[in-house]
């Protein structure tokens, strides 16, 4: 006897449209803030706290293995500590939960008692599973990431200790590490007492201050001078690490700005868009249009050479004279950079090309980076969805960009695109501060919709400023509920 047609059809659909409905059902949840937060919070920084804090000795584990098994070497690096710190300011900024506050302030007097030099001044480079400073030059690398989790540890708390050493490691960068006579640039390392040790000037210390902190301090307090610091930093980014005959962003060169060609052979896709991306966030600021070209110039060629829109995989590097050549990884960060410049441009320019590159490379996202059994992102997998390394903590590695990923896409998501209210939360340490801008987006044009003062409601509110009047006084907490301004 034959079977009935739709028993037997159903045997052929029903595993694609179970696929399919999954999938459909997928894009729906990535296009929502609260996906992006609940993955911060329950696969991100859950098992970091679990797994990855060293009960004995203080602070994280630098090298962890896919299951968070610690690896042989204990060594601890102040610059990547403290992208912990701007994870757990995060985790608070988010919630309002005191639990991540409170492993934030461990995390900071771990970094003062620990990381800081207290003698020069400046974060040692690396240090001892016990916290000795083991490496005491002055790496700008990791000076700008120290900076990193400093600044976001003042955002939410304006704690004026915090303050104090943001500001001193900003100094360091601008005073000692800083080239006033060939043309700008961070060199690339100082000896511990300030002088110069590498003359280089590499990618990451010439782009991480303004991704890392200037974009951030600037929304936060509307301070001029992270503007111009900006500015200047990405002026010199398209005039002197610009390869004119292939149009990437080059990785290395001496102080005179003389190409290293070893380093320069491949193009890093992330650090690619990142440029184009905070290129994106500085012509949301200013209005220049010129900002915008040269980020949409360089989207188009990362769009067409590293991103591949079928499986959603951005490729980590490719070849500078032959760039359909490209590696078969992907690293987390890199994933995660061109998931959230996707969404940055559909969120300002609302064209669906962005909006599917987003879904497709955030669905790769989530589908292959994070490990559902154990938690965290493996470090790098390949276009089928295989990791390549599994690792959940390397030198460069920590919660930092898995965090930052989720945090922006919830904002891009809830205040752009879904234009819904966004809830944060500070915890103010300080009676110096008078006033509150409270939105870490390149968007001044907000309403605060209600404010709350531990729990009661404060109505001292800027509407024409988007700030808050703070009252003298210190330790309390505020949760600020805004949205984007609609048309009248």
């Known amino acids: 006897m034959e079977e009935p047609i739709i028993k037997h059809y159903s045997k052929i659909i029903f595993i694609p449209l179970f696929i399919f409905i999954n999938q459909s059902l997928q894009a729906q949840d990535i296009m929502r803030g609260n996906f992006w937060k609940k993955q911060v919070l329950s696969d991100v920084l859950e098992p970091w706290t679990e797994f990855a804090q060293d009960k004995e000795f203080g602070s994280f584990h630098a090298i962890l293995d896919k299951d968070w098994k610690v690896g042989g070497k204990q060594e601890k690096y102040p610059g990547m500590i403290a992208r912990h710190l701007f994870s757990y300011a995060l985790g608070y900024h988010m919630t309002g939960d005191e639990n991540y506050l409170g492993l934030a302030q461990e995390t900071f007097e771990y970094l003062i008692n620990k990381g800081w030099d207290h003698q020069y001044g400046g974060w040692f480079y690396k240090l001892d599973r016990s916290g000795n400073a083991v490496s005491k030059e002055k790496d700008m690398f990791m000076n700008a990431y120290a900076i990193t989790g400093m600044a976001m540890y003042y955002i939410v708390t304006r704690n004026e200790e915090v303050r104090h050493y943001l500001d001193q490691s900003i100094d360091i960068m601008e005073n000692h590490a800083w080239d006033h006579e060939n043309g700008g640039g961070y060199f ?34 509307r301070e001029e001078k992270y503007l111009l610091k900006t500015e ?49 966030r500085l012509y949301a600021i200013t209005g220049k249009g010129h900002y915008s070209e040269q980020a949409l110039r360089l989207n188009e060629q990362l769009l067409k050479y590293a991103f591949d829109g079928k499986t959603g995989i951005w490729y980590h590097k490719l070849q500078i004279d032959n760039p359909e050549q490209h590696s078969e990884d992907s690293p987390w960060w890199v994933q995660a950079y ?7 441009l559909y969120a300002l320019s609302d064209e669906k090309e962005y909006c599917r590159n987003f879904t497709t490379g955030a669905t790769f996202w989530n589908n292959n980076f994070i490990d559902r059994q154990n938690g965290g992102a493996y470090l790098s997998v390949d276009k089928d969805g295989n990791y390549i390394n599994g690792s959940k903590a390397v030198v460069t590695k920590t919660s930092y960009h898995s965090v930052e990923n989720g945090f922006l896409n919830m904002l891009y998501l809830d205040y752009w695109v879904n234009e819904q209210p966004a809830t944060l939360y500070y915890h103010m340490n300080s009676a110096d501060t008078d006033k509150l801008f409270p939105l870490l987006l390149e968007d001044f044009n907000y309403e605060i919709k209600r404010v709350r003062i531990d729990g009661r409601i404060w109505k001292k509110i800027d509407p024409d400023h988007g700030s808050i009047q703070l009252p003298e006084r210190e330790n309390y907490t505020l949760e600020v509920v805004l949205q984007k301004k609609q048309p009248r």
Do not use: C
């Not at 868009?273 to 290129?279: D, R």
């Not at 061109?338 to 940055?344: C, E, P, R, S, T």
């Open 188 to 221: 690339r390392r100082l000896h511990r007492d300030f002088r110069i040790q590498d003359s280089n000037k590499v990618f990451s210390p010439q782009l991480a201050p303004v991704s890392g902190y200037l974009l951030y301090l600037y929304a936060a307090t």
């Open 232 to 280: 200047q930093l990405l002026e010199m980014t398209l005039t002197r690490m610009n390869d004119k005959e292939s149009g990437w962003i080059m990785e290395g060169f001496d102080r005179n700005w003389n190409s290293l060609e070893q380093m320069n052979e491949m193009m890093n896709t992330g650090h690619n868009v990142e440029v184009a991306w905070m290129l994106m």
């Open 338 to 344: 061109g998931n959230m410049f996707q969404l940055y």
